[in-house]
Structures are given as structure tokens and as C-alpha cells.
């Protein structure tokens, strides 16, 4: 912070807004080294390098899995996939933002579609984010009619 602060100071008529766009997207978690950076003259975040990012870090974005958000899962009645074409009906939630926008779909594996995202490459019933939003869902009781004895 001591040092964005004063590579701040040296930039005359500094836009608040500029600063507090720079000092935002440059935090970052703190890393222990025994070399100290060098000083920046400008107020602009520093770029990431090789040496920063672990090896094979576009594999390992490809290879990104998200993690269940809970340790058990209700058991609906009815398939996964009918119950979010359902609530997306009803308006009780909408579909995610870019849902079927997605750059790259000629690679995707288009025998498996998620009704929730709205595209091919995974299936509904495997799809975390789409578990974890029927969980929540059914936790604050909006999905009893689809949970048995419900």
C-alpha cells in the first residue's frame, strides 16, 4: 500500500477515479518473498509473468471444476432438468447472463446439454452451479412440490 501510495503522489492531477480503479484491481492476496518489488513510477498494476503463473495455467483453466457448495442434496421427484425448465417459467430464477453465448461451441460435446446454462458441453444433473441453485432453492422451501412427501 506505502508503495502504490507513493507512486500515486507522483502523478500529477491523478484522477480520483483512476486511483481508486488502480488501487482495486492491483490488491491482491500478499506473497512472501524475500526480494522486494521494484518501485512503480505509475499507478497501473503490475502484469502478470511466466514466472508468476504455475505451469500449464490455460490446461488448468479448461480443466476448472467447481465444488459442491454443500454436503448433502435433497432428492427431488421429478428430473432436474424439467424442474429448472420450471422455475425458469415461472420466473423464479432467471438463466445465468451469457447462457448460451459462449465462445468455442464447435468443440463441445454436444450429446450432453444443460438446461440451466442454456448450451452443450455438460449435463444438467452434473452441473454444480445448477445442484447448488436447486439446493438453495429447495432449502428456503420453493421446491417442495418437487421433493417427495413435499
Do not use: W
Amino acid at each position: 500500500m506505502e508503495r502504490f501510495q507513493e507512486a500515486a503522489t507522483e502523478i500529477p492531477n491523478l484522477d480520483a477515479k483512476v486511483h481508486l480503479h488502480a488501487l482495486k484491481s492491483g490488491l491482491r492476496p500478499a506473497r512472501r518473498s524475500d526480494k522486494p518489488e521494484p518501485n512503480k513510477s505509475d499507478a497501473r498494476p503490475a502484469k502478470p509473468t511466466n514466472n508468476n503463473l504455475s505451469n500449464g495455467s490455460r490446461d488448468a483453466r479448461k480443466t476448472f471444476q467447481p465444488t459442491l457448495k454443500f454436503e448433502s442434496y435433497t432428492q427431488f421427484n421429478k428430473d432436474k432438468s424439467e424442474i429448472i425448465k420450471e422455475i425458469l417459467n415461472s420466473k423464479l430464477i432467471k438463466p445465468p447472463t451469457k447462457a448460451g453465448n459462449y465462445k468455442d461451441q464447435k468443440y463441445v460435446d454436444r450429446s450432453k446439454y444443460c438446461t440451466f446454462h442454456q448450451k452443450h458441453g455438460h449435463n444438467t444433473s452434473d452441473c454444480v452451479i445448477a445442484n447448488d441453485l436447486l439446493e438453495k432453492l429447495a432449502r428456503q422451501g420453493h421446491l417442495d412440490k418437487y421433493i417427495s412427501g413435499g
